[in-house]
């Protein structure tokens, strides 16, 4: 049997988290427990934040559509997780929320979004990006929300990264070789940044850019040209398969 009960309702809260805590929920966390979830007084859910780990606590309902959470006890620590950007081309609303749940799914610490010369969404709603890493986070146990940083020009987006970040380059020019093989030969690294390009891939110029920086690996994701919302989780299962906290 899991030791993490996986059947348990999980909420995700800003409010600080500790034994016997109060934590005062919003008009629409209120209504999600109340009328979705049907919860009553003394009914238990767990809670997290990003940085307390995980609680377990029960419903104190303060009107019919009000109500708070008093904390109990810890039932999973805080942990650690990869040092792990991803920086995407935006893209339509239903494969950049279906990307964004899965890059939460598969543990990045980091979404940036990158505007390139062939980008066709140059408009990115970040709350709409956050409700759906909240989401995903909520039900696939994960205890800490990836930072989710303002969309910017590649250019600039590179320059931010530190010097010793191994960038990890999708490139669908690359040799078409064991992509795990390929990540070990670039050897240890301290943090890691998957970028991935437009459904028209990128310029010269910008392909230039990345290959520019002081450490990239370039990476083949097979024979067949992968959309972009695929070719974010298939790179991001060879990554932490390779270098990442699958191993």
Same mark, same amino acid.
């Given at each position: 049997m899991a030791e993490y009960d996986f059947a348990a309702q999980r909420l995700f809260v800003d409010s600080d988290l500790a034994a016997d805590a109060l934590v005062?929920?919003?008009? +629409?966390?209120?209504?999600? @427990?109340l009328s979705v979830l049907r919860l009553g007084a003394g009914d238990a859910i767990h809670v997290f934040n990003g940085r307390d780990g995980e609680w377990r606590?029960?419903?104190?309902?303060?009107?019919?559509?009000? #109500?708070? @959470?008093? !904390?109990g006890s810890r039932v999973r620590e805080q942990t650690a997780r990869p040092d792990l950007a991803l920086l995407f081309a935006p893209l339509k609303h239903a494969r950049l929320d279906y990307m964004v +749940?899965?890059? !939460?799914?598969?543990g990045v610490s980091e979404l940036r979004p990158v505007l390139t010369r062939r980008t066709v969404a140059t408009r990115v709603?970040?709350?709409?990006?956050?409700a759906n890493a909240v989401e995903a986070a909520e039900q696939c146990g994960v205890l800490a929300l990836p930072g989710i940083v $303002?969309?910017?020009?590649? $250019?600039?987006?590179?320059?931010? @990264?530190?010097?010793?970040?191994? !960038?990890?380059? %999708?490139d669908e020019d690359a040799p078409v070789v064991d992509p795990v093989a390929a990540l070990a030969s670039a050897g240890p690294a301290v943090g890691f940044a998957l970028v991935i390009g437009p459904e028209g891939g990128f310029d010269p110029?910008?392909?230039?850019?990345?290959?520019?920086?002081?450490? !990239? %690996?370039? @990476?083949s994701l097979g024979p067949r040209i992968l959309r972009a919302?695929?070719? #974010?989780?298939?790179?991001?299962?060879?990554? +932490?398969?390779?270098?990442?906290?699958?191993?």
């Open positions: 005062p929920l919003e008009r +629409q966390a209120a209504h999600y @427990l606590a029960v419903v104190e309902p303060s009107g019919r559509k009000a #109500a708070h @959470l008093r !904390v +749940q899965k890059a !939460v799914e598969m709603n970040l709350e709409r990006m956050r $303002p969309e910017a020009r590649l $250019p600039q987006a590179l320059d931010a @990264l530190p010097a010793d970040r191994l !960038v990890v380059f %999708c110029s910008e392909r230039e850019a990345i290959l520019a920086r002081p450490r !990239v %690996c370039r @990476l919302d695929t070719a #974010a989780v298939a790179a991001l299962a060879v990554l +932490q398969s390779a270098l990442g906290d699958w191993r």
